[in-house]
């Protein structure tokens, strides 16, 4: 029997599907006109909006023609040598020769070919069996793996180019490498050929849709919906652990939360996260939380919230994020518990933070932070890892001008850059998600609160971006002043506990190694599996990622993680038993609002309600 020409494919086999039916019309109809009218308003508002920013300053984006200059240095470099770029081109398609003979064998139905190349099992794009069990779109795969090894030997044969710039071309390679993925487009995703079959192109109708809401919510960009936000409300089912703001000023509030336990540690602890993100990244859901975990082992614990800033906060410097934060903070808990001496976590911006400050007490003798622990910090930003990307002169300058107008970093831009660093995970996988399989997005409490983005102001980001991450002053002696002393993280003398993640793309974990060798007193380093947050957010109850420990210090984070011992499990407890050995007494619980300082309001405080929108 001849087959239908305009009959749909079966992906798995190349067959008519049996559940192919055709679109509901009204449903086609209702579809075209919302699209009609939406996308007018959602132009039409994209444009106003264009208009208005140009108008004012016409501050540009980050420059394309600086990011071709450097792909034109590459070039330059491989012609001095071709004899490279050849052997990648002969092994190429040497590669692809042998995927085309597999496929002919395939067809034919001969057995046990093996692939000429493989994607890494963690790979979710190609998780459909059809990836390999269908010999056109194992081809297909295959075909890309290659093309994007290819890519990326390219990039990596042109010899004595500037480091920078050899990560920017790396990292911007990368991206198209991965935009290009044929998991990606209609026509070369075996599961969205099947969606389609199955619903009568129903699923990109509502992927459409779903595009619509996306750009609305963008008003005219593209802001991907990564989660269902209508399932979440801050004090409600996520950030719920009782306490109270104790105090608050411009930039924080500085909530105390309710004990469970009738002894609590006499150390006090003060948790000061990053303004990057919100703190309840530390506080998602009860059974994730370790605000409420510390809390069960005895920690009277404090937290920072940081204010979500606009342009009445545009002059707020790093050095007042250290005065109005930790210091007040410190004042704060003295006030509320009658301790001076307390211990002190910092994450990532807030472990910066938090060494600056410790550096500045260490100048003044100050000795009130008896212990420090930094999670996921970097205090040597000599090899940042791929945010690095984005830190050069003509893109600082773009972004100053742009912070400067504004007064801030709007949020959405600090997230997309975030979401850059894991495309696949983060941008892709919900392209295909969202718009080519028309599903519904998850309720998931990370990726709300990973959208949940705050703003930066700009004397702040400015000089934390060239201070630190250009200039890498924060590691040298007297390289910054803050509160006019110069800093020396050298003189930090205090048992240190240094928590970093073995994935992480923000902070990577051979950079914060460093700060092993920088500090003065004991220190205990633990990596963690998983990345920047998971890695973290690991409770012992879930008995998820392992952690790793090693007694020692070697100059050489690889030194340290051959001599190290894997162990199952959260770091929690390792770091419970670590903090809790340093001053063991034990006093009375404390009730957040009944010591020298009155409840403001419940937990976890309206500062964390403000929502960041551009």
């Given at each position: 029997m001849a087959k239908d020409a305009n009959s749909p494919q079966d992906p798995q086999g190349g067959r008519p599907g049996p559940d192919f039916r055709l679109p509901d019309p009204q449903l086609v109809s209702r579809t075209m006109a919302d699209v009609a009218e939406r996308g007018h308003r959602i132009v039409s508002d994209f444009l106003n909006r264009q208009h208005m920013a140009t108008g004012e300053s016409g501050a540009p984006g980050p420059s394309a023609m600086h990011l071709g200059t450097a792909f034109l240095e590459m070039a330059t470099r491989l012609a001095t040598n071709p004899t490279r770029l050849v052997q990648a081109q002969m092994g190429f398609w040497q590669d692809y020769l042998t995927l085309w003979q597999n496929t002919a064998r395939r067809m034919w139905g001969m057995e046990d070919v093996q692939p000429v190349i493989a994607e890494d099992s963690k790979d979710r794009r190609f998780k459909d069996e059809a990836w390999r069990e269908n010999e056109v779109f194992d081809f297909i795969k295959q075909s890309y793996l290659l093309s994007a090894r290819y890519f990326t030997n390219v990039v990596q044969a042109a010899d004595d180019l500037d480091p920078k710039t050899a990560q920017k071309v790396d990292f911007y390679t990368r991206q198209f490498v991965d935009a290009m993925s044929p998991s990606n487009f209609l026509m070369t995703n075996p599961e969205v050929l099947?969606?389609?079959?199955e619903t009568g192109g129903e699923n990109l109708l509502r992927?459409?849709?779903?595009l619509l809401s996306d750009l609305e919510r963008g008003k005219g960009k593209l802001k991907i919906r990564m989660t269902d936000e209508t399932k979440f409300t801050i004090g409600e089912n996520i950030a719920v652990s009782p306490g109270k703001v104790v105090y608050q000023n411009d930039l924080m509030q500085l909530i105390?939360?309710?004990?469970?336990t009738e002894k609590v540690l006499k150390r006090p602890l003060l948790i000061i996260p990053p303004w990057i993100n919100k703190f309840y990244i530390l506080d998602l859901r009860p059974k994730n939380s370790f605000v409420r975990w510390a809390v069960a082992q005895g920690h009277t614990v404090?937290?920072?919230?940081w204010v979500n800033p606009d342009e009445r906060l545009a002059e707020k410097s790093f050095e007042d994020y250290m005065l109005e934060g930790p210091y007040a903070a410190l004042d704060a808990i003295e006030k509320a518990t009658g301790e001076k001496a307390i211990n002190a976590i910092g994450y990532c911006l807030g472990g910066t933070l938090l060494s600056a400050t410790l550096a500045r007490m260490a100048a003044k003798r100050d000795a009130r932070i008896k212990s420090a622990t930094f999670f996921t910090t970097m205090v040597d930003f000599e090899e940042a890892g791929e945010l690095g990307v984005f830190i050069d002169e003509e893109q600082l300058k773009s972004l100053e001008e742009r912070m400067q107008k504004r007064g801030y970093l709007e949020g959405r831009e600090m997230a997309t850059t975030f979401n850059m660093l894991r495309a696949n995970d983060l941008i892709w996988s919900f392209v295909v998600q969202n718009y080519l399989l028309g599903q519904e997005v998850f309720p998931f409490d990370l990726l709300y609160w990973n959208d949940d983005s705050t703003r930066m102001p700009a004397a702040m980001h400015s000089f934390y971006l060239r201070r630190m991450y250009q200039q890498n002053d924060l590691v040298k002696p007297g390289g910054v002043t803050l509160g006019g002393t110069p800093l020396d993280l050298r003189k930090i003398k205090l048992p240190t506990y240094i928590l970093s993640t073995r994935e992480d793309h923000i902070a990577p974990w051979k950079s914060t190694y460093r700060a092993t060798q920088i500090y003065g007193g004991p220190v205990r380093f633990v990596l963690a599996?998983?990345?920047h947050i998971a890695g973290v957010a690991n409770p012992p109850e879930s008995g998820k990622y392992s952690h790793w420990v090693n007694n020692s210090q070697p100059p050489s984070p690889d030194e340290w993680f051959a001599h190290a011992t894997e162990l199952a499990g959260s770091w929690w407890p390792?770091?419970?038993?670590?903090?809790?050995?340093?001053?063991k007494t034990q006093v009375p619980?404390?009730?957040?609002?009944?010591?020298?300082l009155p409840a403001l309001e419940d937990a976890p405080g309206s500062y964390v309600k403000v929502m960041a929108t551009d």
């Open positions: 099947r969606k389609t079959a992927g459409l849709q779903n105390q939360y309710s004990p469970t404090f937290i920072v919230s599996a998983s990345g390792d770091w419970h038993r670590w903090v809790a050995a340093l001053d619980a404390r009730i957040p609002g009944e010591g020298g």
